[in-house]
């Protein structure tokens, strides 16, 4: 086991700086000037031009770039805009906005998710089951955008049920927003608990829980839902990144001031620095969350033997 | 949601092998001397999904080629005094902002997202298989090599990636550039499905056998190894048309793909936003189209799965 963690931890390092570097690469290719489009139609003086190259080292090669941004990184600096207010303090101003879109999603998603998929697998081929497969085809095939604005269509505006964009009315606001923005992993959820299940229901421990005399709700809630959580827990770990990134869409609907809109404005106004900063940011936690699910894994089943 | 994700949710398998005895009976052991694919389209013939799925796909596809079959209308033909028309005889979906005619511009929206779903899976998936095979097959430094790549990818998710790109990279974006970075961002998941279908292939003894006969590796890879771990990637495939198409709307949604005055669906919703409460048809028509399209691939994939995955024979 601590052999394996240390194994996992140390093929994290290529792949982080193979993977922001990718992103560096692809965010500074843009054509154009960046600091022409910062003086608008004004020309600048060279000496001011001169001063913010060296400033944002826009005059190294991009590999050394790269490397002084990096060796910002690891002392917590992910650099600043071009009007210089660091990306930092933008993170942490919009950082708490996802996170609690995310969470909220996670829990909406979590809670029915694995309810309907237990519910569809307990009576395979049944009524329930057979609405709950078709159910969640369905939202899986709706691309989000579309399904937001549906929803704020008809509950936002419509019936007026929850406030259609922004974030001024606390929680509640974020609500609709969230139930969307998980809409999708709660199929996935229900989809996954539900083979899990059934697969696990066929299990030799299953028949001799049943033989010797168990109730079909011990077997079913204590012995074969344990094991079926496995796969379904390591979703949801990989999941939390996921939402996170997956957030841009849904709060460009809903207008609501997260990460994912900063990343995007950032692109927009061609401020490599904060998509940088940003994008780096959130492929750390999308790298986390992939490394908690080997990990989890690795502890949550121990047939899985890792060498 | 991320590609691994999808990808382990759509190979691993539920559904029963027969229902009944009955249905034993009806399909005697003789009959079963068939290839796996004979015997996945028998049984796909009778499943109410697959043939849903499949009529569906075929209209859209007519769709895509001939749109002028479905429509006699212009779609680039626009008379702004019919600006923002509800939907009517003359205008079954109404009209746009323009005075276009908004159901011409729906069909020939099929165009643009069949084309790029099917471009961007046909090559992914060509990339997957060629480099797929190699890193399954060989395995040592060229797997190592191959399978750290593809953990690199893996990290940056597609549309975060694919907004970075397309904004930075291209000046102007029509369906080749989309193609591209969507191709770039979609081979890592196609990828690990086949070197793993290969791996496993690889230990079977029929693979030896011809080893031992001093068969060439490329044509063991191609006559041995890829027929026989070619199913699940057909089935990744035919559901990644779908995601393809929802991803190519997505980011069109967003203001980073397809630009005016390509018609796209994504790119019809994009402009509709503005107008959900004046003109929600501008919005309802592409988003029922779009998602009806994604929907048919992606119950194809799950009918081709259920048919083809041999673990559940």
């Known amino acids: 086991m601590g052999r394996y963690l240390i194994r996992r931890l140390l093929q994290f390092i290529p792949v982080f700086f193979g993977a922001t570097l990718l992103i560096f690469i692809m965010v500074w290719a843009i054509p154009g000037d960046p600091i022409a489009a910062l003086a608008g139609d004004r020309v600048l003086p060279e000496q001011v031009v ?32 071009f009007r210089g207010r660091p990306v930092t303090d933008l993170l942490g101003q919009r950082l708490p906005i996802t996170v609690r879109l995310a969470l909220l999603a996670f829990g909406f998603e979590v809670v029915l998710g694995i309810i309907a998929g237990i519910l569809a697998g307990v009576r395979k081929g049944g009524f329930v089951d057979n609405l709950v497969l078709i159910s969640t085809l369905v939202v899986i095939a709706i691309p989000i955008f579309v399904l937001g604005f ?21 929680l509640y606001s974020y609500l609709l927003p969230a139930m969307v923005l998980g809409s999708v992993s709660l199929a996935y959820i229900a989809r ?22 168990l109730s079909r709700r011990r077997v079913v809630g204590i012995h074969t839902f344990r094991n079926s959580m496995i796969p379904v827990v390591t979703f949801l770990a990989i999941d939390l990144g996921s939402l996170m990134g997956g957030a841009i869409i849904t709060e460009t609907i809903f207008n609501i001031p997260g990460l994912g809109r900063a990343v995007f404005e950032g692109v927009q106004r061609q401020e490599g620095t904060v998509v940088v900063g940003i994008v780096t940011f959130l492929v750390l936690v999308y790298m986390m ?10 502890v949550l089943d121990p047939r899985i033997r890792y060498e | 949601m991320s590609d691994r994700d999808r990808e382990r949710l759509f190979t691993s398998s539920p559904a029963p092998v027969v229902a009944s005895f009955e249905e034993l009976e009806a399909e005697p052991i003789i009959r079963r001397e068939g290839s796996l694919y004979a015997d996945a389209w028998r049984q796909l013939r009778r499943r109410p999904m697959f043939i849903i799925s499949g009529v569906l796909i075929v209209i859209l596809a007519v769709m895509a080629i001939w749109p002028g ?170 559901i990644t048309v779908g995601v393809i198409i929802s991803a190519e709307a997505a980011l069109s949604f967003l203001g980073v793909g397809l630009q005016l005055p390509a018609i796209s669906w994504g790119l019809m919703i994009s402009v509709a936003q503005n107008r959900i409460l004046t003109a929600p048809h501008l919005l309802l028509f592409p988003g029922a189209f779009l998602s009806v399209t994604v929907f048919s691939f992606i119950l194809m994939g799950d009918a081709l799965r259920d048919a083809l995955d041999p673990r559940l024979r």
């Not at chain 2, 626009?78 to 511009?105: I, K, M």
Request: aromatic share 10%.
């Open chain 1, 289 to 298: 969350a992939n490394l908690l699910v080997d990990v989890l894994y690795a």
């Open chain 1, 50 to 81: 001169q001063q913010i190259r060296d400033r944002y080292n826009l005059d190294d090669p991009l590999i050394v770039q790269y490397g002084k941004y990096m060796g910002g990184v690891f002392q917590g600096d992910f650099g600043e805009d």
């Open chain 2, 69 to 238: 079959l479905f429509t006699r209308a212009d779609p680039r033909a626009c008379n702004l005094a019919d600006s923002l028309l509800r939907p009517s005889s003359e205008h079954w979906f109404g009209t746009d902002v323009q005075g276009c005619d908004y159901y011409a511009r729906t069909i020939w929206g099929a165009r643009v997202s069949i084309t790029i779903g099917v471009l961007v899976t046909a090559c992914s998936t060509l990339i997957a298989v060629l480099l797929g095979s190699m890193a399954g097959y060989y395995g040592g430094w060229v797997d190592t090599v191959i399978a750290r790549l593809t953990d690199i990818w893996f990290a940056i998710p597609t549309i975060l990636g694919g907004i970075v790109i397309l904004r930075s990279v291209f000046s102007t974006r029509g369906l080749l550039q989309v193609s591209l970075v969507l191709i770039v961002l979609g081979w890592p998941t196609m990828l690990r499905l086949v070197r793993s279908a290969v791996m496993a292939t690889k230990e079977m003894d029929y693979v030896d056998a011809a080893r031992a006969l001093g068969v060439r590796n490329f044509r063991i890879i191609r006559r041995h190894i890829l027929p026989n771990a070619v199913a699940p990637v057909i089935v990744y495939a035919t």
């Open chain 1, 150 to 170: 549906l929803a704020q269509l008809l509950l936002g505006v419509r019936f007026g049920w929850f406030p259609v964009s922004g974030v001024q009315h606390g």
């Open chain 1, 192 to 213: 996954l608990t539900r083979t899990s299940l059934i697969e696990n229901l066929r299990a030799d421990y299953v028949r001799t829980a049943t033989a010797k005399g």
